[in-house]
């Protein structure tokens, strides 16, 4: 009996040892599941963004100032020439009032300059016609003394210093001519010095009028206004000091809107200009195309903006959250399932595949190629009609398989 005994206990063991371990169980209604056909993948991006204006006017401070009036507020609808915001400086007011002082200084002096000129120009011209008199009473001279020379009743002498006379007057009359010629020439470069540095006053001092004028700040189109302030940043004041180039107001057309979505980065290395795209706003899905790609990234994301072709529904505004749907292109005919939530796209992954009874699922390696938003490439490992789970089943990564409870 003994000998039966110890024998039994053997055998239970060996066939105890031989024995696959028991598969964890999993309740079935809490899986994703799906299964692999064969068809047309569409491969999407999506990803959240919001709505912005295609055009927007920021109006900034010129100059310092503080806020003295805000006749209007965000959301009404503004023309060219609608007050925004009234602003006061009074140094800015000052220096204006300098700068109109230099300029009538500086016209003075061109006056002064051109009566001084004209005085000299005239003293000049008088000596010169002196001298032209002084020249033709020299020369009657002359021929006097030439007359009595040939009578014998002049000197030599005498007739000498005659021609010399002539001479001197002639050559001081060349000179002072030439003297009046450098005055005209001199006059009109000094003139023109003047003229420049009045032109030059005269920009600054409408400069300074311009920032007098840029304390009333208008719309400058026609359009809604978006906010007073910057944006993000708190509303304008009453009593509020601004800096210059402080954002005072934005200005949008009305009804021309386009999204701004982020794309993580590792997503966007396939979209391209004028890929077709939809754009849901929570309240409808309109059509539209991509129109712009960042260049660089930020924050891990590339900013895609897309055009709206569709009309927008009711109730669309700007700073509208949003999400964004880019088709990059169509596949046909390759097999594909739903997109599980392990593994990555151009990988090969552990996904577990349920029993044609539906008792356990087991695990296979399937090599997955591109990737849609909700659904992956099969390249290798599965066939069509095959039912895998597609939730997360990381927990069980130390199992080969599962039983499944219904």
Known sequence: MWGVGVTAITAISIAISGLKPAAPSVEYATLWVDSVRRGELVREVRAGGTLVPERIRIIAAVTAGRIEALPVRPGVTVTPGTLLVEMSNTDVELQALQAEQTVSQARSSLASMRTNIQQQRMSQEGFIATLRTQVDDAVRQLRVQEELDQRKLASAN???????????????????????????????????????????????????????????????????????????????????????????????????????????????????????????????????????????????????????????????????????????????????????????PESTVGIFKISEDGSEATRQNVKLGRASVNTVEVQAGLSIGDVIIISDMSQWDAVQRVRLKR
């Open 158 to 344: 005498e007739l000498a210093s005659a021609r010399d006379r002539v001479t001197e007057l002639q050559r001081r009359q060349q000179l002072e001519a030439q003297r009046l010629a450098e005055m005209d020439t001199s006059a009109k470069e000094q003139l023109k010095l003047n003229l420049e540095q009045l032109d030059r006053l005269g920009a600054i001092a409408r400069e300074q009028q311009n920032r007098v004028r840029s304390m009333r700040v208008v719309a400058g189109e026609t359009g809604v206004l978006q906010n007073l302030g910057p944006v993000g940043g708190l509303t304008l004041e009453l009593g509020q000091w601004v800096n210059p180039g402080m954002e005072l107001a934005r200005v949008t057309q009305p009804g021309r809107l386009k999204a701004v979505i982020r794309v993580p980065e590792t997503q966007a290395k396939d979209i391209l200009v004028g890929q077709k795209a939809s754009i849901d706003t929570r309240n409808g899905i309109v059509p539209g195309h991509v129109m712009r790609i960042d260049p660089a990234s930020q924050g891990g994301t590339v900013t895609v903006e897309v055009a709206i072709d569709g009309e927008l529904p009711k109730g669309a505004r700007a700073d509208m959250s949003v999400d964004g749907t880019i088709e990059l292109e169509r596949l046909p005919n390759v097999l594909h399932v739903g997109r599980p939530a392990y593994g990555s």
